[in-house]
T-cell receptor, first 112, second 114 residues
Framework: DQQVKQNSPSLSVQEGRISILNCDYT??????FLWYKKYPAEGPTFLIS?????DKNEDGRFTVFLNKSAKHLSLHIVPSQPGDSAVYFC???????????FGQGTRLTINP | GAGVSQSPRYKVAKRGQDVALRCDPI?????LFWYQQALGQGPEFLTY????????KSGLPSDRFFAERPEGSVSTLKIQRTQQEDSAVYLC????????????FGSGTQLSVL
């Protein structure tokens, strides 16, 4: 039972263009959503988050959009840079439960 | 230390062997989490501590898995009688407060059971 799904295992984008990573969830109790970035041989690092009371949160080149009715969120990176090449994990939580539920990850490759 | 430290970095075990994985969280962090990441998958929750209290162990896959944090800082994840399906990266994470909104992850211990 995959409660958080990232249906694209990989994505390739040209440097300078926009990268859009997508995530779907099934549990309507989730009220907080996060994106993590992971480089090889390192642990995931926090990137950006959004509460269910918002539909958009922006931090520099990164913007997360939340569509609660569709149970869908997306991460936009613009402009994309070579250092953005990594695996990106979407995660969700019910703030009463104290545990993150992760998607399977999307490997983003930024081509020069 | 500056970040979450996990040891060993790699562990190879023969099936049936017991293993112990160590996590040193960021100093002063109240919450500590263990996650298991199978190849090609996202991390899956195992257990959660708030200080020394284990508040949630619902993700531990079997009674062969045991975690402790006796003094509210260092934590150990022990796996008894390891099986091949236990092969995964075990990630430890800590956060300053009582929530996991800003989790800091260690680099993980890669366990291979032969």
């Amino acid at each position: 039972d995959q409660q958080v799904k990232q249906n694209s295992p990989s994505l390739s984008v040209q440097e300078g263009r926009i990268s859009i990573l997508n995530c779907d969830y099934t549990n309507s109790m989730f009220d907080y959503f996060l994106w993590y970035k992971k480089y090889p041989a390192e642990g995931p690092t926090f990137l950006i988050s959004i509460s269910s009371i918002k539909d958009k949160n922006e931090d520099g080149r990164f913007t997360v959009f939340l569509n609660k009715s569709a149970k869908h969120l997306s991460l936009h990176i613009v402009p994309s840079q070579p250092g953005d090449s990594a695996v990106y994990f979407c995660a969700a939580m019910d703030q009463g439960a104290q545990k993150l539920v992760f998607g399977q990850g999307t490997r983003l490759t930024i081509n020069p | 230390g500056a970040g979450v430290s996990q040891s060993p970095r790699y562990k190879v075990a023969k099936r049936g062997q017991d293993v112990a994985l160590r996590c040193d969280p960021i100093s002063g962090h109240v919450s500590l989490f263990w996650y298991q990441q199978a190849l090609g998958q996202g991390p899956e929750f195992l257990t959660y501590f708030q200080n020394e209290a284990q508040l949630d162990k619902s993700g531990l896959p079997s009674d062969r898995f045991f975690a402790e944090r006796p003094e509210g800082s260092v934590s150990t994840l022990k796996i008894q009688r390891t099986q091949q399906e236990d092969s995964a990266v075990y990630l430890c994470a800590s956060s300053l407060g009582n929530t996991n909104e800003k989790l800091f992850f260690g680099s993980g211990t890669q366990l291979s059971v032969l």
